[in-house]
């Protein structure tokens, strides 16, 4: 069955520090991919998305994930995580299948 | 307003009581969609409205019914829910439905059953 996992259910990292959020994913064939965040009482909000061509891609808040066909991973990544990045993060694949969350803490 | 809205923003309801949960999307799409969110659980998909037709219902208790009279709005009437019932619903909406589209969300109704 198609299944998207996101191993790190709770993850903690102190302000400036580099940050690196796992995505593997189940699929036959490539899918779509994107990352959500999800702040505190709010909804989800569309930071990336792969479909296709360059494995690199550059989302809004900094934030970039590179896709790697081999290891089915789509990690999400940050260079210098702000303490606003405190929120839980979702990756997801085509057909609707979202990944458990991932809770980023940021300590000052 | 733009975006994807979502009426009323928490509700607390009894059992017996009948409510329903509004959203609105502004922007243009003709997909829209209800998710549960529990807590330690992955986001549950409910109900899925392309151009104003349901076309999926994923197992979902008669107790939540969805209603789409148009493809800006979209409705879930409850009634006689469970405790187990309490959770963040989120609405979302996209341009179609392909499950490769990017979904907008608005910022969910917190829901307490008592």
């Known amino acids: 069955a198609q299944s998207v996992t996101q191993p790190d259910i709770h993850i903690t990292v102190s302000e400036g520090a580099s940050l690196e959020l796992r995505c593997n994913y189940s699929?036959?064939?490539?899918?779509?991919l994107f990352w959500y965040v999800q702040s505190p009482g709010q909804g989800l909000q569309l930071l990336l998305k792969?479909?296709?061509?360059?494995?690199l891609v550059q989302g809004i808040k900094g934030f970039e994930a590179e896709f790697k066909r081999s290891q089915s991973s789509f990690n999400l990544r940050k260079p210098s995580v702000h303490w606003s990045d405190a929120a839980e993060y979702f990756c997801?694949?085509?057909?609707?299948?979202f990944g458990t969350g991932t809770r980023l803490q940021v300590f000052p | 307003e733009t975006g994807v809205t979502q009426t009323p923003r928490h509700l607390v309801m009894g059992m017996t009581n009948k409510k329903s949960l509004k959203c609105e999307q502004h922007?243009?799409?003709?997909?829209m969609y209800w998710y549960k969110q529990s807590a330690k659980k992955p986001l549950e998909l409910m109900f899925v409205?392309?151009?104003?037709?349901?076309?999926e219902n994923n197992s979902v208790p008669s107790r939540f019914s969805p209603e789409c009279p148009n493809s800006s709005h979209l409705f879930l009437h409850l009634h006689t829910l469970q405790p187990e019932d309490s959770a963040l619903y989120l609405c979302?909406?996209?341009?179609?439905?392909?499950?490769?589209?990017?979904?907008?969300f608005g910022p969910g109704t917190r829901l307490t059953v008592l």
């Open positions: 979302a909406s996209s341009q179609v439905y392909d499950g490769t589209d990017t979904q907008y």
């Open positions: 699929y036959g064939a490539t899918p779509y």
């Open positions: 792969y479909f296709s061509g360059d494995t």
């Open positions: 997801r694949a085509d057909k609707l299948i």
């Open positions: 922007l243009g799409h003709n997909a």
């Open positions: 409205y392309s151009l104003e037709e349901r076309v």
